[in-house]
Each structure stands twice: as C-alpha cells, then as structure tokens.
C-alpha cells in the first residue's frame, strides 16, 4: 500500500505564559528516571530539541548521545539504553532475532557538500560522478566527467579531498544506498554502514566531523544531513534524480520523495532513495527508532513512548524548523500500530 505524504504546514502556536501568582509551577527534573538514547546523527538536531523542549512540560530528561547509527543499533541490543536510532533500517529478521521493534521518526535529506575557494557557480552531481569520486577514480575537480555536468564553471585543476565517515553510519547508509542504485561498480557492494574506502581519504566522526572536515580543507567533498549544512553555511551540491531532472535539497524535494514510500514492509523499513518523481531528492531517509519488544524496565519504555507521542503530536513545528519533515498522520497510524509490539511480561502493550 502507498501512503500518501502530506506536507506539514511549518506555522508554530505562539505560546504565552500567564504572570503574577497563577503562573504554573515548572514541573521538577525526573532526574532518577530519565531516558537514555543513542545513535543517529542524522537525527541528533531534532530529537537533541524535542528532548529540551519534552523536559519543560513533563519534567523527564532525555539524554540523547549522537554517536552515530551503528554504535545505536548495539547499544540497543546490549540494552544499555531505552532506546537507539538508526538510519539504516534492520531487517525483519534481525529484529525478530533481538526482540525489537522499529519505527520511523521523521524525514531528511543527505546532501553533498564541498569546499572550493572562489567558485561561485552551486555545482551539480550524479551517482556515476559521486561514485567515481568516493572510488578513488575521479581526483581531480575539473575532471571532464564533472565539467560535463557543470557547463561554465571555472573548476580547478586541484585535488579533491574526500571526507566520509570513520563510524558506523546511517548516513554513510543512506549515501552508500543512493550510489549502489546508481553505479555498477557500487551496486556490487551495495548499502553499508561502514564500507572499505580507499586509502588516502578523509574520516570524520557524525556528521559534525564530516561537516568540519569538509570546511577547513579546500578542495574537499563529503556528505552530510541537510541541517548540518545549513548550520556551517556550507556550498551544498544539486543532484540528477531518478527521472533525470536536476534538484536542489528542499522541504519540497524531501516530500516529493517521501510520497513514494511503502510502510507497511516489515519494520516499516521503506526505502526513501533514488525514488521516482521529477521533484524527488534522490539520498532521502529517516532515522528508525529500535525498542525492545519486552523491555526489562517497562516503566522506562513507557516514557520513551509517551516521548515520541509528544513529539509526533507537539513536535511538528520544530522539526520544519530544522528542515525536517514530520510525518503524516496515516504513516503515525502505523507508528502506533507497531507501538503495540511493545509489552509488559504478561503481553499488555506498554500504551493502551
């Protein structure tokens, strides 16, 4: 079944508080129960503000670590946190293999970004160039299979320094997935969270470190989620889409693509890359969140539950305010769906 992906309007209530003696108590700090989470960069901006703003309002704190999708996904298993997130979703089997469930957050993009001194012209990639470059075969940036796509622009004759990620990433996933549906040579690899690059590029830790990386050396390329370019005022590169159209990373072109995704998979692991549609951003994603079906500490469960209600029900404003998109009220129907999934020892869902 196909979900119809509707645009969350990015106009926030203006909220006032009342003066003088009736104006409410601040709840206290549930500092004894508080949550722990772990894993997804590509997530950390807005989980990191739901988190302090959820605090204001029910007094729980949510520690949320950034410390990328693969050190999530074990955390998880390891149960040393109440929850992980991670860009790369698991498989069906895998989830069953370790008692967890998995549900998506909210929707991102993956963009390109570069630092070239004096180039004024935005640049424009494909899969086949962007492959090449994180192959090692293109090294140069006015390389003729990049001057061909970038008709005018005074490229120069300079290296090109490729940062990627040194961790286990969804992000890396995400991009890795774009690639493989797009170049022969990626294809053979496929997806992964953390490939073998070839020796002489660039590690950077989250996407804080690729963003960083990629701004102190001219010359250099690397991906990263949309806001962490936004935030360093980074050049963010154009992309070809699945239908041959050139698309710029927008609210716009993360919708259009997010229209085409299939929830009802097991672990409602759709695939947002590489869709079809002339708006389409081809490296579109999410972060899944994973939670153990029968956790041991159901009371913190449960928190972490009502914390992501909170934020699909308050949290719409923040999230396009970081160049997220929230998801849609059909594909939260089927987030509360799995949400039953998760139960005390007696097979009671945690959330009625």
Not at 51 to 77: F, L, P
Not at 130 to 157: Q, T
Not at 216 to 242: C, H, R, T, W
Request: proline share 5%; aromatic share 10%.
């Amino acid at each position: 079944m196909r979900l119809k992906f509707l645009m969350v309007g990015l106009t926030a209530a203006v909220l006032t508080a009342c003066g003088g003696s009736d104006k409410a108590a601040a709840p206290k700090a549930d500092t004894k129960s508080g949550l722990n989470g772990a894993g997804s960069s590509f997530i950390a901006p807005l989980f990191s503000k739901w988190a302090s703003e959820y605090n204001k309002t029910s007094g729980v704190a949510v520690n949320y670590q950034s410390v990328g999708s693969g050190a999530g996904i074990d955390q998880i298993k390891k149960k040393t946190v109440d929850f992980g997130a991670s860009d790369a979703p698991l498989k069906a089997e895998e989830l069953a293999a370790d008692g967890l469930v998995q549900f998506p957050s909210a929707i991102g993009g993956v963009v390109a970004v570069y630092n070239i001194k004096d180039l004024a012209q935005p640049l424009v990639f494909n899969g086949q160039v962007l492959g090449d470059i994180y192959l090692g075969k293109i090294k140069k940036w006015n390389d003729p299979a990049i001057a061909a796509l970038n008709k005018g622009a005074k490229l120069p004759d300079m290296d090109i320094k490729v940062v990627h990620r040194s961790d286990g990433s969804g992000t890396t996933y995400l991009f890795t997935e774009f690639l493989a549906k797009t170049h022969a040579d990626w294809a053979k690899t496929g997806a992964n969270k953390s490939p073998a690059w070839p020796q002489g590029m660039i590690g950077g830790k989250g996407n804080e470190g690729v963003a960083s990386n990629v701004k102190q050396f001219d010359g250099a390329i690397g991906y990263v989620e949309y806001i962490y370019a936004k935030k360093n005022a980074m050049p963010v590169a154009s992309l070809i889409n699945k239908d041959g159209k050139v698309v710029t990373p927008s609210v716009e072109t993360f919708s259009a693509a997010a229209s085409k995704a299939d929830w009802t998979v097991p672990g409602m692991a759709a695939s947002l890359t590489f869709t079809a549609g002339e708006k389409s951003w081809p490296i579109t994603g999410t972060a899944f969140v994973l939670m153990h079906a029968k956790p041991a500490n159901t009371d913190s469960a449960t928190k972490a539950l009502k914390f992501f209600d909170w934020g699909f029900t308050n949290g719409n404003a923040i999230a396009s305010e970081l160049e997220y998109i929230p998801l849609p009220a059909d594909v939260i129907g089927l987030v509360k769906a799995e949400w039953k999934k998760i139960t005390d020892a007696s097979g009671k869902p945690l959330l009625p």
